[in-house]
């Protein structure tokens, strides 16, 4: 089954709102839903300086994009996306 | 958590604001739309309304820009004028933390208070456990009337619903020394300055974060157009900013410093000297010394804990040590101190071989308006040479096994660790002062965790204790392997 792919961008500007914190998300995904997420960071990918995307810091599930990212909010958008492959 | 929340993002979000408006060609045009650029017309306000929102962004400005909030006198003067007038200044600001008291949300006084969970049962031992006459019952539920409390706290332990709940006061639970108070005139907070340590908890712990310190940021910025600074990075800087540490270096000589010197390299000349001062102490029969490296422990003494005082390690810093050995090499270098912490500014105020510090968080910000990605930066070796003992200070326990490492080997030392001051703490320490202690060498952080845990950091401090550990195994010591082998041949 191909992987759910979690892009934490670590551009300096997501890094310093809080990427920082998000890096610890495979420290407090369940296992089993660890399993079918791959978690990557990643160079700027460019939200910051574009209008429009929201605030940094950006983290996108698949392709979806989440601005303002918090674990929380990661964590609901990657339920979401597996339930949705799921189907 | 209090490490990521929204109210430390705004935080950072102004300073990034500034930084990035620092680096335009009219800065003054983007400084003065900040408030409205965060909080444009029609968007959800956080308070009662934008206007409000955007007056409180405004005195947030002010701090990055180095300006007590309470030090206004013109209304009118906009946040361009602040940034003229701080790119003027040739000396950092006397440090201080300040209370936005527009964002200070006046919490309630009222320490208890009894909830709808109250059943308005039959045993009321809420009334019976009052001993100030304060449980009044109306509408079949109990009430608490502030004029009779005294905040003691009994109803909440006897109501067996857990119906009465304790409300504190974040910053003035947070703090250690009871510098932060209410005033009673303005139910805002106010800090007595003879009082502050600048451990910087409150600022951190404050929900409407309406605590902030002076920044030295414009000031840093226009102190590297002359050409002169010289960055002095502190060893708690894993994490702190993507990347590696030589990929660090580059992203602050692209900056613009001429030089990158990490503090660590200090730290060894700290550890170094205090053992030896340690060895002598004990040799002359002192009860105990603690280290000195740690800025809030100091000025907790020089406020709170005058008796601890003899006990004090006289071994310079590594800032101290660091600062320096930049000064030596070139008397007319600027130093910049680049930390977790508030509190060395204060310590920088009283070194005039120090002259600016700045937060992890507002080098985030500089390198984001300068619009430099440490990852895509390359990797440049440091201008100095750390060993494993002194990159160790970082985190709470380092100093001490660097002393360890360092001592004579004859001496027993007893250690005994401090990780994070607060009111038990300081009880503690005033006992060990003043009556006696069980070890003889203290280690004290202010912070929970050390450095890495600082007010000022960016970066999560599990994460940084990681880091860290990994590139402590990767450095070399600064202690000589034992020569077992050579000294086993003579025999």
């Known amino acids: 089954m191909k992987k759910t792919t979690v892009t934490i961008c670590t551009g300096t500007t997501c890094y310093i709102m809080g990427a920082s914190h998000l890096q610890r998300l495979d420290e407090v995904l369940d296992p089993a839903l660890l399993e079918q997420v791959e978690i990557v960071g990643s160079r700027c990918l460019g939200y910051c300086d574009a209008n429009g995307h929201g605030k940094a810091p950006f983290v996108k599930v698949d392709d979806q994009l989440i601005a303002d990212a918090t674990l929380d909010k990661v964590l609901a958008q990657i339920r979401k996306t597996l339930a949705k492959g799921a189907l | 958590m209090f490490y990521d929340n929204n109210a430390n993002r705004l935080r950072k979000e102004i300073l990034m604001r500034v930084a990035r408006a620092h680096f335009t060609k ?21 308070r009662c309304c934008i206007h409000k929102d955007r007056a409180v962004l405004k005195y947030r400005c002010m701090a990055a820009l180095g300006f007590s909030v309470e030090d206004e006198t013109d209304e009118l003067k906009p946040i361009s004028a602040y940034y003229a007038e701080a790119a003027r200044r040739t000396k950092a600001v006397a440090p201080a933390l300040t209370v936005i008291d527009e964002a200070c949300s006046a919490c309630v006084t009222s320490r208890y208070s009894a ?52 409300i504190p006061i974040p910053c003035e639970e947070a703090c250690p020394v009871g510098a932060i108070t209410k005033d009673e005139a303005t139910g805002r907070e106010t800090i007595d300055h003879d009082k502050c340590t600048y451990c910087g908890k409150c600022l951190r712990e404050c929900p409407f974060a309406a605590i902030s310190d002076l920044s030295q940021m414009i000031d840093v910025l226009q102190a590297l157009k002359g050409g002169k600074a010289v960055a002095l990075v502190a060893p708690s800087a894993a994490r702190q900013l993507p990347g590696s540490l030589p990929q660090l270096v580059t992203a602050l000589k692209q900056l613009g410093f001429t030089h990158v010197v990490e503090v660590a390299e200090g730290a060894d000349e700290t550890a170094r000297h205090e053992s030896e001062e340690w060895a002598e102490k004990m040799g002359a029969g002192e009860r105990f010394m603690t280290t000195s490296c740690c800025p809030a422990y100091i000025e907790t003494v020089e406020k709170h804990l005058p008796g601890m005082k003899p006990f004090v390690s006289h071994t310079p810093t590594p800032m101290g040590f660091s600062a320096a050995k930049v000064r030596r090499a070139d008397p007319e270098s600027v130093t910049v101190f680049i930390g977790p912490c508030i509190a060395k500014r204060v310590e920088a105020a009283k070194n005039p071989e120090v002259d600016y510090v700045l937060t992890f968080e507002e080098l985030g910000a500089m390198l984001v308006g300068a619009r430099i990605d440490v990852l895509e930066c390359t990797d440049s070796p440091a201008d100095s040479f750390a060993h494993r003992e002194g990159r160790g200070f970082a985190a709470s326990g380092g100093v001490t096994r660097a002393i360890q490492a360092t001592a004579p080997a004859k001496a027993a030392l007893k250690p005994l660790l401090v990780d994070g001051i607060d009111r038990k703490m300081l009880s503690q320490m005033r006992v060990w002062a003043n009556k006696s202690c069980s070890g003889n060498f203290v280690e004290v952080m202010s912070c ?12 999560n401090p599990n994460t940084a204790r990681k880091q860290l550990d990994s590139s402590l195994e990767k450095s070399p010591s600064m202690v000589a392997a034992p020569l077992i082998e050579a000294s086993c041949g003579t025999d």
């Open chain 2, 26 to 46: 009219e800065p003054a045009d983007m400084l003065d739309r900040i408030p409205m650029a965060m909080r444009p017309k029609r968007s959800e306000p956080s």
């Open chain 2, 448 to 459: 929970t965790g050390g450095c890495i845990a600082g007010p000022g950091t960016v970066g």
């Open chain 2, 115 to 166: 909830t709808n969970a109250c059943r308005g049962c039959i045993a009321r031992s809420c009334e019976s456990a009052c001993p100030k006459d304060a449980i009044e019952f109306r509408d079949g539920q109990a009430r608490l009337n502030p004029d009779k409390c005294v905040n003691c706290g009994l109803c909440m332990k006897a109501c067996p619903y857990h119906a009465i709940i304790r």
